[in-house]
């Protein structure tokens, strides 16, 4: 398997499940991320890690909590979400160098409905 | 207001019509991304580009620094090209900063 995977590729939850995203990279990178996209608004970064380690969090809220143990794997873990959270999450890699122009590997995306 | 700005928001065109996608950004940066969204959510990585001008097929992507602008063009539109077009800029580190997009219809 090649690029960027993610599953669920489509998941409903209720408010007071607890569920978990999943994201792998077979391209060796570096560094991987978890964006937002809500209908009619610009993608939004979560979460940047970057050799395994945390190098962003983006405001996001407790209710999202990410897990990256090692760098071809990214877990995003979801627990007392709200409707509001309802969105298309969005996994990406690329192999960060010095000069930050590396293009970003998108994963296919879990659609989110929170009941 | 948003960082980068796309226009137009939505484009409708006939198959084979040259298409023009717009960005303009406000800050300063290291790399210019175009990217495609295809109904399902998939994202593809179309170019990047730090100056000049790049052509991938029918696809191709202008960058002017000093006016903080972009075009990407599509020539000879095929309904296939129908799908979101994105642009984000690089700031010099590991973020890109997002615009809204643009939804291209191409009708046959």
């Known amino acids: 398997e090649t690029g960027v995977t993610q599953t669920p590729r489509h998941l409903v939850m209720g408010m007071t499940n607890k569920k978990s995203l999943k994201c792998e990279q077979h391209?060796?990178?570096?560094?991987m991320y978890w964006y937002k996209q809500s209908a009619k608004k610009p993608l939004e970064l979560m979460f940047v890690?970057?050799?395994?380690?945390?190098?962003e969090n983006n405001s996001v809220p407790s209710r999202f909590s990410p897990e990256c143990p090692n760098s071809s794997h990214l877990f995003l873990h979801l627990h007392t979400l709200q409707p509001e959270d309802s969105a298309l999450y969005l996994c990406?890699?690329?192999?960060?160098?010095?000069?930050?122009?590396?293009?970003?590997?998108f994963g296919p995306g879990t659609r989110l409905l929170v009941l | 207001k948003n960082e980068v700005e796309q226009s137009p928001q939505n484009l409708t065109a006939q198959e084979g019509e040259f298409i023009t996608i717009n960005c303009s950004y406000s800050?300063?940066?290291?790399?210019l991304h175009w990217l495609q969204q295809h109904p399902g959510g998939g994202i593809v990585s179309l170019f990047m580009?730090?100056?000049g001008k790049k052509k991938h097929g029918r696809l191709i992507a202008t960058i002017n620094i000093q006016e903080k602008h972009s075009s990407l063009h599509i020539t000879a539109s095929h309904p296939r090209d129908s799908a979101v077009y994105i642009c984000?800029?690089?700031?010099?580190?590991?973020?890109?900063?997002f615009g809204t997009g643009t939804r291209l219809t191409i009708i046959p």
């Open positions: 990406a890699s690329s192999q960060v160098g010095r000069q930050g122009r590396e293009t970003q590997y």
């Open positions: 391209l060796g990178h570096n560094a």
């Open positions: 890690y970057n050799f395994k380690e945390q190098t």
């Open positions: 800050v300063g940066i290291s790399a």
């Open positions: 580009l730090s100056s």
């Open positions: 984000a800029v690089g700031l010099g580190n590991e973020k890109l900063t």
